[in-house]
């Protein structure tokens, strides 16, 4: 069935404008003035409100085996969640074990994945190094849309490279023109910081972010954007300049030791993107002084950071310098998941959840708080993840021949955030007791219409699986 979107506000990554949007077959046919709505179509009055792209969140783990436990959204619930929140598209990670076969595990993940309610597409994470590796990284770039990779320089011991497998990594990618996303914290220092606090009896959350400081967050960007250069370097004869490195994407970027770090090498000419989220920006690190084990529903990594650096990194999204707002959706109950390092920081699962709040917070906190633009909020929510994972312009776009996912956003009214009323699958909230100026009415995923009101009218299995192009 066809739907008309009418006399909205279009919003887009540069412009704004009002228009009608319509949706058919799954596509936007038509975006313009007056437009004559087909035959049996539903028709969304959208006067007052804005008309956007749906959301992209490139950084998303839904079920993800890790830390003892698998996280608690799966592909459905998870999906659904960014659904009522306005997200239409998520783009999640394959992650083998050390030693597992990149295939086998890119079969596990798609299988998981049927079950999504909105399209999606998968980064696969390298977490060891060999020939064999080498050559399966060649395959799921050559066959199966997967253009991006990604390293933990964290979580040694488990899925954290080495530098020897991390300049492997860089250094295939380079070959394929494929980017490398990265996870940055000195993996080898935390776990001495960590083993220290341990010894000394130091086991609560709050010790979890004493034992990963910013410093060991910006030594690892700063070493994952050096090493980038020796991707390239010698291959023609000579040394290659900064903009010949390897492209890096520095993924939950969190501090102004890491932001610094990429001001340089940008300095220098090289291509370096950096991705944050919304707890970077939003919370300091006061949470870990919660009392009751309460600091552990913040636990994850990095750390949230001390007061100061979320405005550094508010800077840097108004300035341009950050590309894309995502969540890092992992979450985990604390009644019977958190708890399982309630006498150890260090074995509480790592994560938080996201993916229903993201849209609505930058629109409160960026837009409506004068921090960002509404262009900028489109930008870095929607487009730039389209355009830098190559998914532009089927998603990310309100534009013919563009995909049908488009968010309707009434910016009257608030609300508050709370974990009674979300739909994510864990007890807590990170963001409790936020204030939400105005919320998404409706969400059209593939031309249907999946939220409306309150209302969640989503399809398991309806998310379709996207190839992606290199860029
Ligand atoms: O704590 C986090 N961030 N958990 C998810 C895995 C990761 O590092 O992104
Ligand atoms: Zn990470
Ligand atoms: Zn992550």
């Not at 998870?78 to 992650?95: E, R």
């Not at 944050?276 to 750390?303: I, N």
């Not at 109950?333 to 260090?346: A, E, L, P, V």
Request: with cysteine.
């Amino acid at each position: 069935m066809a739907i008309v979107i009418k006399g909205g506000t279009v919003l887009t990554a540069v412009d704004q404008f009002v228009a009608d949007v319509v949706c058919e077959d799954g596509q936007i046919k038509a975006v313009g003035k007056d437009l004559d709505a087909p035959a049996g179509a539903e028709v969304i009055d959208a006067r007052g409100q804005f008309v956007l792209p749906g959301g992209i969140d490139a950084h998303t783990h839904m079920e993800l085996p890790f830390m003892g436990t698998v996280s608690a959204d799966d592909f459905y619930t998870g999906t659904a969640a960014g659904v009522a929140g306005g997200t239409t598209t998520i783009i999640d990670f394959i992650i083998p074990s050390r030693n597992q076969s990149l295939l086998e595990a890119r079969d596990f993940w798609m299988n998981n994945a049927k079950k999504a309610v909105s399209d999606y597409a998968f980064h696969m994470a390298v977490t060891w190094f060999g020939d064999q590796v080498r050559s399966e990284m060649e395959h799921v770039f050559h066959n199966d849309g997967i253009q991006s990779f990604k390293i933990f320089m964290a979580y040694r011991g488990a899925i954290g490279v080495d530098d020897v497998e991390l300049v492997g990594v860089l250094d295939t990618a380079y070959k394929l023109g494929a980017l490398v996303t990265s996870h940055c914290e000195h993996g080898d220092a935390v776990v001495a910081l960590q083993t220290r606090l341990a010894e000394r009896g130091l086991t609560e959350p709050k010790w979890h972010a004493a034992s990963r400081p910013a410093y060991l967050e910006g030594e690892a960007t700063n070493r994952v954007i050096q090493l980038a250069r020796a991707a390239s370097d010698g291959r023609n004869g000579h040394m290659a300049g900064a903009h010949e490195a390897q492209p890096v994407y520095i993924v939950h970027l969190t501090c102004k030791e890491s932001m610094d770090a990429v001001y340089r090498a940008r300095q220098e000419g090289q291509k370096v993107l950096v991705e944050t989220c919304p707890q970077y920006l939003l919370l300091d690190d006061s949470v870990y002084e919660k009392p009751d084990f309460e600091g552990a529903a913040y636990v994850m990594s990095p750390p949230i950071r001390p007061k100061g650096h979320q405005d550094y990194l508010w800077n840097a999204l108004a300035t341009g310098s950050i590309q894309h707002v995502a969540t890092d959706h992992c979450p985990f109950r604390q009644s019977d998941q958190k708890i399982m390092g309630r006498d150890d920081f260090r074995k509480i699962p790592n994560g938080a959840a996201g993916i229903e709040n993201r849209m609505s917070l930058m629109w409160t906190y960026g837009v409506a708080a004068g921090r960002i633009t509404p262009q900028q909020f489109v930008d870095v929510c929607c487009t730039q993840p389209a355009k830098i994972f190559g998914l532009y312009p089927r998603k990310g776009a309100i534009a013919v021949g563009a995909d049908a996912d488009v968010v309707v956003y009434d910016p009257t009214g608030t609300s508050t955030i709370s974990a009674k009323t979300h739909r994510q699958n864990v007890d807590r909230n990170i963001f409790e007791g936020f204030e939400q100026k105005g919320r998404v009415t409706h969400t059209v995923v593939n031309g249907r219409l999946q939220f409306k009101d309150g209302d969640l009218r989503v399809e398991r299995g309806a998310g379709r699986y996207l190839k992606r192009t290199k860029v």
